[in-house]
């Protein structure tokens, strides 16, 4: 569209109109209405072309881009500037005409060339012009010689002209337009309206031209001819400007067909020369003769046809040069190239191989072609590669394939592959295979996984494989089980051998676990001496592997110069019971712990399963473990006392001061459950308890003493306090600090804790020498002989309840005992108490059996101090 909608509107109604009003006034009249249409249309499609280019230019910077709408516009403003001045009545009209149409021509032809687009480089620009003239020049020989020849007077060179002229700018802005490399709709347009601007006025020209001599036979020809012709200098600016507007201003780069010649040309250049071979045969068969004009057409021709072949022949050289550049480039990148390319049919059968193959695989032709290539590959990876290979035949994108190739010494070579689909293009018709040696990189990459996935030392998974190969099956739910195990005694090992020993004994037990562990199990390294074994037997069976794991790592382990025996505490736990890999490894280690717990003391080596109750127990157990280091601090030691009294008049003698721990979540915590805990976590917690409990026990007899009641006190100690150090310093220590007297204060000690006999009657000599009393409890429960009795330095035997529990009357098997044992502590000179007395018929026993004292909850519960002093209150004590 122009500038102004307005003014275009104005300008084509009027156009309409005067040239429907020439198609009414005649020739004469006509000319002037034909003239003042055709000449406004183009003048003002002129002006919008040439101010298209100046801004184009004023955009670019540049006159490259502009010239094309530039030329065009000059070739509309010759168009109309001619066919204006036509228009007076004073000029012969023809030879301003012919001028027109002989100035008009090049300038369309020189805008259609420089259009972007259209023909962006100079070779292909006279390549355009040669086709079209050659195309122009034949037909137009063509039409001389069959009819223009015989009615065109010799004389007149100016319509000879004119009529050449146009006939060659038409086919030039044809083949021009046709032969564009891009925006073809805007090269289509502007060489449609080029042609038709150039028809129009080349009509134009020769009706004015034979005006004198044409015009006054034929009036209505004559009228409608003009017409015609301004219909199309009106519709041809038109289609000039519409297309120059939808080209861009960037200017063309040169296209691969232009650069190096093309061959587009010789089809349309081929019917013309043979139509004008076979005019120029018909014309001598019929007797006709040449004249010059047909003579000159002829070699114009001809000359258009030789240099268009010298052009040619110029572009298959450098073709055929392009070509051999290309195959040498090729030849080398592909001989270069440490890839391998192999060009498979559809049956996936070697037909092509780079020239690399037999270099970097030792790989012929004879080796290879006509095999399918599934033959070279690693019976393991065959299959998956035809998986991937069909699949890109069916239609999916490019693939990826890995897989090992067998090369031409037999060795088996890492190698992935990139597959293309080339069958669409027939110079390959197949499946391109890129094939790359990645041996280093999977060698790497293995190093690397040997790095992240195994245990350096033992050469076992170490424990982020394992958590992954146990995820795997956790998430797929498969049925398997899951055992942890650990080396008991193993700690002490480095220090008493040495850390050589240590490995070594590490190694050894891998190898062992390997050896028992199933093909498809997979042991694993956990911690310094944690092992695990991941299993896909069901619970029973892995059962019965812990128990094979742990009877071979009891076997003793022969190094040079050591033998060392250890043994493995296994937890053994379903898959399935977890909902995650971590869940399952903390379920197995719960019952390792659960086994070491029940092993201890018996030589290790126990296996268990997992149970939940197992998990309740050893929370509860942790948090013990958790709380116990400042229980003393924060106050939460307690200490009850169960009075002893004499079975006869039922006045009490003395008190056991027992201990307990009040938790403020967990409650009551016997000294039986936490004790044993405290001695294995160590520091001095055990040792700090008992100190406690000593002192404390000595304070309330203080107490007890001076309020006038002449009591006892004893205190139950463990078989680990009795040996410690200093133990009988702090005895000493707090029956000084306290003042009581050493006699009151007596030391109980468990009979299955008594270490053996001659450590125990070292230890119980040391009390009795400080004047401290000491007592045997639980007698009757351990693996102490009567014949012990008169060895060990005891003061005090505390006869448990199951030496007597029997129905009160009934001299039923237990009776017997009591009176030995009480008969025999009586001539040691040793003091029998009889300890759980809950009915009388005990006390009916023990009073036979000759036992004085007693003390249960027939007698009086435990309890705090104060209730303890109002049960005293009631039976006032003498002293002992």
């Avoid at 391998?340 to 970097?360: F, G």
């Avoid at 031409?408 to 990139?418: I, K, L, N, Y």
């Avoid at 170490?462 to 190969?469: D, S």
């Avoid at 505490?569 to 971590?582: K, P, Q, Y």
Wanted: charged letters at 20%; hydrophobic letters at 50%.
């Amino acid at each position: 569209m122009v500038s102004n909608p307005r003014t275009f509107w104005i300008v084509l109604l009027t156009a309409a109109a005067a040239l429907g009003a020439a198609a009414v006034l005649g020739p004469v009249l006509g000319l002037v209405a034909v003239a003042a249409a055709a000449g406004a249309a183009a003048l003002l499609h002129a002006g919008e072309l040439i101010r298209l280019a100046l801004r184009i230019h004023h955009g670019r910077r540049s006159f490259g881009p502009c010239r094309g709408a530039g030329f065009l516009g000059m070739g509309a403003l010759f168009t109309g500037a001619g066919v204006t001045v036509t228009g007076l009545p004073w000029l012969d009209p023809g030879p301003v005409a012919a001028a027109t149409t002989l100035a008009a021509a090049p300038a369309y032809l020189l805008g259609l060339l420089l259009l972007p687009g259209t023909a962006p480089t100079l070779g292909a620009r006279l390549r355009r012009l040669l086709d079209g003239a050659g195309i122009g020049v034949s037909l137009f020989y063509c039409a001389w010689v069959l009819a223009l020849g015989r009615a065109t007077p010799a004389a007149e060179p100016l319509r000879l002209a004119v009529s050449l002229t146009g006939c060659v700018a038409v086919a030039v802005a044809v083949v021009t337009g046709l032969r564009a490399v891009r925006h073809r709709p805007a090269a289509l347009g502007c060489s449609g309206g080029a042609a038709l601007s150039i028809v129009g006025v080349d009509v134009y020209a020769l009706l004015l031209l034979d005006h004198h001599r044409a015009w006054p036979a034929a009036p209505g020809t004559v009228t409608a001819g003009l017409v015609a012709a301004g219909l199309a200098m009106v519709a041809g600016p038109f289609l000039i400007a519409a297309g120059a507007r939808r080209a861009d201003d960037e200017p063309t780069r040169p296209h691969a067909a232009d650069e190096g010649g093309s061959f587009a040309g010789y089809p349309l250049l081929i019917g013309p020369a043979l139509l004008a071979v076979a005019v120029s045969a018909f014309h001598l068969l019929t007797g006709g003769r040449f004249d010059g004009t047909s003579v000159a057409l002829g070699l114009a021709a001809f000359a258009a046809l030789a240099v268009r072949e010298v052009l040619a022949a110029r572009d298959i050289r450098r073709y055929a040069h392009a070509l051999a550049d290309r195959e040498a480039r090729f030849r080398t990148l592909v001989s270069g190239s440490t890839d391998v390319t192999i060009v498979l049919d559809a049956d996936l059968v070697v037909r092509w191989q780079s020239p690399a193959a037999a270099r970097q695989f030792g790989l012929s032709d004879q080796d290879t072609l006509g095999r399918p290539l599934t033959d070279l590959l690693h019976p393991a990876d065959a299959a998956p590669a035809t998986a991937a290979l069909r699949a890109v035949l069916d239609g999916d994108q490019d693939a990826l394939v890995q897989a090992r190739l067998r090369d031409g010494f037999g060795r088996w070579r890492d190698t992935e592959s990139t597959v293309s689909d080339q069958r669409a293009a027939r110079e390959v018709g197949g499946l391109v295979v890129h094939v790359r040696d990645i041996g280093e990189r999977a060698q790497l990459q293995r190093t690397l996984d040997e790095v992240t996935w195994t245990d350096e030392q033992t050469g076992l998974a170490n424990r982020r494989r394992f958590v992954a190969a146990a995820s795997e099956a956790c998430a797929g739910k498969r049925d398997g089980s899951l055992l942890v195990l650990e080396l008991e005694r193993f700690e002490s090992l480095a220090g008493l051998h040495g850390q050589a020993v240590a490995g070594a004994v590490l190694i050894e037990a891998a190898r062992r676990l390997r050896a028992a562990a199933a093909r498809d199990d997979l042991p694993a390294r956990l911690g310094t001496a944690g092992f695990a074994v991941l299993t896909e037997a069901p619970l029973v069976h892995a059962f019965a592997l812990a128990t094979r794991l742990a009877t071979a790592l009891a076997e003793p382990f022969h190094l040079p110069g050591h033998t060392v025996h250890l043994a493995a505490s296994v937890g053994v736990a379903d898959l399935l019971g977890a909902g995650s890999a971590e869940e399952a490894l903390r379920h197995a280690d719960v019952a390792r712990r659960r086994a070491q717990q029940l092993a201890r003391g018996r030589g290790g080596g126990r296996v268990e399963c997992y149970d939940k109750s197992f998990e309740t127990a050893l929370v509860r157990r942790t948090e013990i473990e958790q709380q116990l280091p400042g229980v003393i601090g924060r106050g939460e030691l307690d200490l009850v006392f169960q009075p002893v009294a004499d079975l006869a008049t039922r006045q009490p003698v003395g008190a056991e001061a027992l201990l307990r721990w009040r938790h403020p979540r967990l409650g009551p915590i016997p000294p039986a459950e936490f004790l044993p805990i405290a001695e294995e976590l160590g520091g001095g917690i055990a040792d700090e308890i008992g100190e406690w409990v000593l002192h404390s026990a000595c304070r309330q007899l203080s107490r007890w003493r001076r309020d006038g009641r002449e009591l006892w006190i004893s205190v139950n100690v463990t078989a680990r306090q009795l040996a410690a150090d200093g133990w009988l310093a702090t005895v000493a220590t707090a029956v000084d600090t306290h003042c009581v007297p050493a006699e009151a204060l007596v030391v109980e000690v468990a009979e299955a804790a008594l270490p053996d006999d001659a450590f125990a009657v070292d230890e119980l000599a040391g009390l009795r020498a400080l004047g401290v009393r000491t007592a045997l409890d639980h007698f009757g429960t351990g693996p102490t002989a009567l014949a012990h009795l008169r060895r060990l330095p005891i003061d005090v035997l505390k006869i448990d309840q199951a030496l007597f529990s029997e129905p009160a009357g009934r001299r039923g098997p237990a009776t017997p005992i009591v009176d030995v044992v009480v008969g025999l502590a009586r001539r040691l000179g040793i003091d029998v108490i009889a300890c759980g007395l809950e009915t009388e018929s005990h006390v009916d026993v023990v009073r036979a059996a000759g036992c004085p004292l007693g003390q249960g909850f027939l007698i009086s519960p435990p309890d705090h101090a104060e209730h303890v002093e109002a049960y005293l209150e009631r039976h006032r004590t003498p002293l002992l």
